[in-house]
């Protein structure tokens, strides 16, 4: 009896009435992977039969309210050494002549960042990192209710093998989003998923993250008030002790609502340098209050400083989603903060070196 191949990619979806993207995402798959793994978490349209016209395996799960249930599922079937994560509202963009499953093959890496351009409903669009085509090895599972990774198991094996670069990017691969044309529906369901997750755990900081901003995106503004001052007052008890990227954010938004509401400066600013330092300065969310603080303050070198280096390096982690808002009020800061500053001429010579001019 020959041996069976191995496969190289299976792809891992989680659907539930997903027919009006679904057709779509498949079709800019199916060439590039060699399994498709479809959880079907209780679909009453046509997506189950749109899923196995392509060939995909499909297996019905019982939702939960938990989606690193649902995508840890889609594990247990997947066969592939590698595996892509793709909802149903993506589009999986390959750049012409790449060839996916030869470069995973020579590849030493566990994990690669893929590119995801979300199309907003206003025309424009959001880009985030994604970790969406990762090694199946040994432990790997997802964690987190809503806005569910496998990172947490994939530097784990990393640590244990030694590997010290697990991770890179893969910028001939990219996906495009479609999700935010159902943003209200999805904004409720996300909300209903993050406040049973903090019911259950009161001290998780990514769920606060995430519920906070969902609550603003939602215009919910009373149960945005109420659960930032007491996200506030718990990082207050807990010491701001292991701090994290969503306690980062956290911490930009509590800076946002400090300038808001004519917070002292000193107490502002000591407690936004905490935030600022565990991140290099390399972070807007958190550099930007700081930054606009230290104006207030009359400290226009220290303003100058902490967006400089932001403007040089980067707005922070490509994870990390950032509006065109924030950019801008980064560009408009330091601009005034180089008025202050500096001649006409050395004005003209910096902002043209960050690219304003």
Known sequence: MAAKIPLMLSACLIVKNSEKFLRRCLESICEH???????????????????KSFGAEVYSFKWCD???????K???????????????????????GFDLR???????????FIKEVSILKNGGKQLLDRMLLFRRVPGLKYEG???EHPMASLISYAKNKGIEEPFSTLDSVRVLHYGYFDIEQKLKRNIRILERGIAKEPMNWHYRYKLLLSYESAGEKGKFDN???????????NGHRGISLAMVGIAGIVGKWMLKVGYPEGDAIEFLERYYRATRGKDLR???????????????????????????????????????????RAFRLFSKA???LFSEDDRKRILKAIGML
């Open 286 to 328: 958190i550099a930007l209050p700081l930054a606009e603080f230290y104006y207030i303050k009359g400290d226009y070198k220290r303003t100058f400083d902490i967006l400089s280096l932001i403007l040089k390096e980067g707005y922070g982690p490509g994870f990390i989603p950032l509006t065109e808002v924030e950019k801008s």
């Open 338 to 340: 180089v008025e202050k």
């Open 227 to 237: 659960l930032l001052k007491e996200t506030f007052s718990l990082m207050e008890r």
């Open 66 to 72: 938990d989606f690193s249930a649902a995508r840890n």
């Open 74 to 96: 889609s594990l247990e079937y997947a066969a592939g050494e590698w595996v892509l994560q793709v909802d149903s509202d993506h589009v999986l963009e390959v750049k012409k």
């Open 33 to 51: 992977v060699d399994q498709i793994v479809v959880v079907d978490t209780g679909s009453t349209d046509n997506s189950i039969d749109i899923a």
């Open 145 to 147: 209710v809503l806005h």
């Open 102 to 112: 030869r470069a995973l093959g020579r590849a030493r890496q566990i994990g690669f």
